[in-house]
């Protein structure tokens, strides 16, 4: 059985189902196991979920709420897994970046959404034509949210790569530019987060057509999002997965260092380069 790992149910969907799943089976007096035996799922299942290891699917939330008289509940709170405030586009993509061993991203614009400020991203998203506040707040909400894989016990790898123009483009103003900055400083910190430059003395490369992250489990690469207008798209064919693997490639081998790429953003929030 799995050790028990304290959930913050206000990390995410899944951790709120996790969380919730656990205090419904332990009012219920029952064990994994015991639950488990109750539904058409392992105790091992039923524990992968409870730790955030697995993503709940509709069958099971079905199952939980029939083994635990819950009348519906578990698959209310599955369906909010689903980042039903999401924009359709990207859900997919969401559901494959939870499950993710591994992140690649390329951004020639902007900061990564997982690693954005509050301020930033309220910023970046209020941007799109004819959106209202209250658009704003979910997508913002839900940006917010995407980032409780950083704080999990065991958080995919991550490696971004940037322009030097994300860190230069002044986005809200100069505090909330700062304050992006050295969050960026900041999450640099984790063991599991490489962030790297691509700077302006770089001629002309594949990654100028446009952003793109790469969703890997175990090494092996899933499903993508490219970026585009007036939305982007989530792919998962083979074929297309593979020319962006070797477009991310291309764009980190131009990069600074990760050490480099970190001593400019510290020289740009000190203002030592104009």
């Known amino acids: 059985m799995s050790p028990k790992r304290e959930i913050d149910p206000n990390e995410s969907p899944r951790a709120l189902f996790a969380a919730e799943l656990r205090r419904y089976r332990q009012a219920a007096g029952l064990t994994q196991r015991a639950l488990g035996a109750r539904m ?5 299942q039923v524990a992968m979920v ?7 699917t509709e069958e099971f939330a079905r199952e939980c709420d029939k083994a635990l008289r819950l009348d519906g509940t578990m698959t209310g709170l599955y369906l909010a ?3 039903k405030h999401a924009q359709e586009h990207i859900r997919p993509f969401l559901e494959e970046e ?5 992140l690649r991203s390329w951004e020639p614009a ?3 959404g997982l690693l954005q400020t509050e301020a930033y991203a309220r910023t970046v998203i209020a941007a799109s034509p004819g959106i209202t506040p209250e658009e704003v707040d979910e997508r913002l909400k839900n ?3 995407r980032q409780g894989l950083l704080r999990r016990e065991n958080p995919p790898l991550i ?3 940037m322009d030097e123009a994300v860190i230069r483009r002044v986005i809200g103003d100069a505090v909330v530019m ?9 999450v640099a910190q984790h063991p599991k987060v490489t962030i790297q430059i691509v700077p302006y003395g770089i001629p002309a490369h594949c990654g100028m057509m446009g952003g793109f992250i790469i969703a890997e489990r175990n090494g092996v690469p899933q499903a993508a999002y490219v970026e585009g207008q007036p939305n982007g798209r989530t792919v998962d064919d083979r074929a297309t997965i593979n020319r962006l693997m070797l477009r991310y490639d291309a764009v980190r081998a131009e990069a600074l260092s990760f050490r480099q790429s970190l001593k400019l953003i510290e020289e740009v929030v000190n203002g030592c380069v104009s």
Do not use: Y
């Open 178 to 186: 700062n304050e992006q900055l050295r969050r960026l400083l900041e």
């Open 110 to 112: 902007l900061v990564p």
């Open 40 to 44: 058409s799922f392992s105790d091992s």
């Open 81 to 83: 897994t689903l980042w």
């Open 50 to 56: 409870e730790s955030l290891r697995r993503a709940p």
């Open 98 to 102: 939870q499950e993710a061993t591994g």
């Open 143 to 145: 940006r917010m949210q």
């Open 159 to 161: 490696s971004a790569i």
